[in-house]
């Protein structure tokens, strides 16, 4: 898709199609939709971007909630967002043993427990052990950067997950 198309959509398809480019939360397409007409994949990214950035912390920390847990009960049920099932699985995550899920489970308890949101990380850019490794070394961290690393990661998710929609090139972004 190019981004004539995008800028040509109505209000209805544009939240169709971007609303989960932030995990569970078609707000913010919806919000983009009005910025339009975009230039390009940057200008799109950047609207996504700005409108995070512009939200008080409990709006962030609401955003981080969307998310799922990853290798948690949403896996499981089989109730995540289609791309969470592709990036958590092109992870590794949906073949760890029970060894694992239980130390991810008890990891994952941990942060939210720490942070009051789940731990948000891009998946496509980890495998399973290392998904481990970094949620160990992020529950050391102080909470105001947790949130910083937390959100970055948000905007890592969106930046692939809009390439995909605009089949760019992720290493260009």
């Keep these: 898709m190019d981004i004539e198309k995008v800028n040509s959509m109505d209000f209805g398809e544009f939240v169709d199609v971007f609303g989960n480019v932030i995990e569970r939360c078609p ?78 489970a008890e990891l994952n308890a941990q942060y939210r427990a720490r942070f009051g949101f789940p731990f948000v990380l891009a998946a496509r ?9 970094e949620l160990a070394r992020r529950l050391l961290c102080p909470s105001a950067q947790e949130l910083r690393t937390a959100l970055g990661e948000v905007k890592k998710i ?12 992720p290493a260009k972004l």
Excluded: M, N, Y
């Design 158 to 169: 969106g930046s692939l997950r809009l390439a995909d929609l605009l089949r760019a090139d």
């Design 27 to 104: 707000l913010i397409a919806a919000a983009v939709w009005s910025q339009r007409p975009f230039s390009d994949l940057e200008d799109l990214k950047k609207h996504f971007f700005a409108f995070i950035d512009a939200l008080p912390q409990s709006g962030q920390e609401g955003i981080l909630r969307c998310h799922p847990d990853l290798a948690g009960s949403e896996l499981r049920r089989g109730t995540l967002t289609a791309e969470s099932q592709r990036e958590q699985s092109a992870a590794g995550l949906t073949s760890l043993g029970a060894d694992e899920r239980l130390r991810l």
């Design 125 to 133: 850019f980890s495998d399973r052990a290392a998904v481990s490794r």
